[in-house]
């Protein structure tokens, strides 16, 4: 795989030897390039085969250049990956003041379509930014700590199985269309 995006990398430095690009808002060890990401991004069009965005798109304000962006410097076929908290369409529940916005298994429909006509959500874009490889809420079983005491620690770590449990985290594969 070619270049890689590690898109507000903060503590999480990925290594250059597998070709990341590390950036964040701030300056810090490890980050190679600071920016805004809610401008436009400082990278030439089709350069990245991947972008990575974990905890990163809730403290956005600017959604829409934030994945015309993604889409204009992946490469065709090229994959955003997203990891964001979870929160149940309709109320927002995060205590964080930096976060301004939810995110639920819906909440990147807008992306996935283009501005056919058929839609009350005008957008700049004719054809679908994306295409939705996968979605997956991660769900930690709400009685990890008391079974952890039980069981050992390794079951405070584990994830359940699919609707069981409490939603923590969304991720989203995306690719770009060719």
Request: glycine share 6%; aromatic share 12%.
């Amino acid at each position: 795989m070619g270049k890689k995006l590690n898109l507000g990398a903060a503590k999480d430095i990925r290594s250059h030897a597998d070709q990341w690009v590390n950036t964040d808002v701030n300056r810090g060890p490890g980050i190679d390039l600071c920016f805004d990401a809610n401008v436009k991004w400082p990278f030439p069009s089709d350069y990245f085969e991947l972008v990575y965005a974990s905890h990163v798109l809730e403290h956005l304000w600017n959604l829409n250049l934030v994945m015309k962006e993604a889409h204009r410097v992946l490469k065709p076929n090229g994959i955003f990956e997203i990891k964001v908290p979870y929160g149940p369409r309709g109320t927002f529940c995060n205590d964080d003041p930096n976060h301004v916005r939810e995110f639920c298994e819906t909440s990147l429909s807008y992306y996935l379509r283009g501005n056919n006509g058929n839609t009350t959500l005008e957008c700049d874009w004719e054809a679908p930014l994306f295409k939705l490889e996968s979605c997956e809420v991660i769900r930690i079983f709400w009685q990890r700590e008391r079974l952890g005491k039980i069981l050992g620690k390794w079951i405070e770590q584990r994830y359940t199985r699919p609707r069981i449990g409490i939603p923590v985290e969304i991720h989203f594969i995306l690719r770009r269309p060719p």
